[in-house]
């Protein structure tokens, strides 16, 4: 952690970022996931929980599946005992999202405890990070990124933004344009663009995505949508990106040579 | 090696690219090398050599110093000796880049079995990599990357330039503008933008760089300096890049949310 906002290098096979910007909060996940070069697949890693008016969380994945599955399967199973009437802390009926973040921190060590040995013994990595983002009333939005071993850290002002899995390509845009202050719709864009940025370099992360857009003290998510390959939005985005990349770099000045 | 065009992760305190364009070759490095986070200092990582027309080359290496150090000893004192009158091949007289690769590669393989094991029982990473570039008369310009094992592979029509070290940062400019069609100038100016959004993203690259430009057939540098904190032309590359970015980015179409 050079700079406060590395992530993870656990799973180059995904890229997903979370922004909290005034405004609100943006999340953007890839969904391709790879057990090996002959067998790339698909598997969400975003994963949304709203209690409308209350609590609005996302969670977003990276790292082994293994162990991420087997951590939102805990979580899930809590929430859905709480749902029936039992006497359980979840994440979604915890005082704070810190508490949160602890919640799934404890539930990332158990599963690393429980089975990153022999995951490291037949040569893979066990290694995961999850970001936490979201909101509950009384609150303020907040993102976290929780590590194997349960710790956390949050993202704060100075850095706005958290990121898991191949988070380098897509960095030098969010370093140059997010800000606590910057628009939510800039946010959003520039989650796009760095997205874009990755899913060109890199084609280990792959279309669909995932995307969630939490609007401050709304406990409601104002977007929960799939972009889908051929998305027109993002198609253009992307091509107009290119285009003034092209042009801004065509416009530097010149080397002599 | 995903996409053909990624590097190893060895040494993240080092960033170095190689372009190969039809007009002839740029060569980019940072200097700062890190022992430790209280130990940062600086180290040369390009090395040239030319004897004018008839063959220049340039090398630039990254991860473990005590490995790249001896290998570069090796070829130096061949190189020395071949001058004193000794019969010994060297890459600057050996018959063709390919062979020089191969060379570099036999000190790389040696250097690493006679050293790697005590590394990395020390903790440290034995890792390291060289870009080597260059003309010999009669051949054409050509770049590759050799890694500790002596292994090597070459730089493309398909993929015209190749980076070590911290190479994820600054991959996106040149996946987007640098063709073998592209000239020289804008090579140039790629390899910049490149290094620019490197330093920005990574605390642990960083000034003063190592430029060398060598333009096809001449077998001589046309260029070979040092761009020292400071420089107006990279200060002006990098202000530029900044401005044109943001509003780039601000042109972009807007989003609802």
Known sequence: MIDGRMAPEGD????????????????LADTRTNAGVDNISRFRKMFTWQEPGTRAIALMTAGNLSITQGVLSRIQSAIDRASAGEDVETIMNCPTLYRAAEIIGEAMREMTEAHGDAIKQSGASASASIILSGQRKGGRPRIFLIYSAGNFIEATRDTPFLQVGEHKYGKPILDRVITPETRLSDALKAAMVSMDSTLRS?????MPLDLAVLKRDQ??????????????????VSR?????LKHAFAELPSFEV
Chains 1, 2 share one sequence.
Do not use: H, K
């Open 202 to 206: 890199n084609l280990s992360v792959g």
């Open 219 to 236: 406990f409601r998510f104002d977007q929960l949508r799939r972009i889908e390959q051929g998305d027109p939005q993002f198609g253009e």
């Open 12 to 27: 180059p096979m995904t890229y997903c970022v979370a922004i909290n910007v005034e405004e609100g909060l943006v999340m």
């Open 240 to 244: 107009a990106w290119s285009e003034a």
